[in-house]
């Protein structure tokens, strides 16, 4: 017997479905296997980083956030048990999202390196501080 059709939500559908008792987003772009709408609901109390950072973009495209952050393979698998089908998107929606991706492209992302520069500052400052503060003590 072949599996149920994935359901099919528009982002309007996602939009209503922005509140701590009814908590939808959308996550997931072409490299990832396209957008996918997610119920978070049950899982807001539960995530590490608090029910708020969902809530703030519940109803709402959260792909770029979720990928900036760097989550892990186990989030990634938490995430699959609460997909409850994938974004319906216009042919204008998908153009945008095309253009948004080649721009990020040619951005060169970039997201990671600023962490790495202000850890790689941090480290020297406490360093210089260590070295050189503390040792005139």
Not at 25 to 53: F, M, Q, R
Request: with cysteine; aromatic share 8%.
């Amino acid at each position: 017997m072949a599996p149920e059709p994935e359901k099919e939500y528009t982002m309007e559908e996602v939009s209503k479905h922005n509140k701590a008792d009814d908590c939808w987003l959308v996550i997931g772009n072409d490299a990832t296997g396209g957008p996918k709408v997610y119920d978070v609901t049950s899982y807001l109390d539960d995530h590490p980083g608090g029910g708020e950072v969902m809530l703030d973009i519940g109803g709402s495209d959260g792909d770029e956030f979720f990928e900036d952050i760097g989550h892990s393979n186990d989030a990634r698998e938490e995430l699959k048990k609460h997909m409850i089908g994938t974004l319906k998107l216009t042919p204008e929606e998908i153009e945008a999202r095309r253009l948004k991706a080649e721009k990020g492209e040619s951005a060169g992302g970039g997201g990671m390196g600023i962490v790495a520069v202000v850890v790689a500052v941090a480290a020297a400052g406490y360093f210089y501080y260590k070295n050189n503060v503390e040792a005139s003590s």
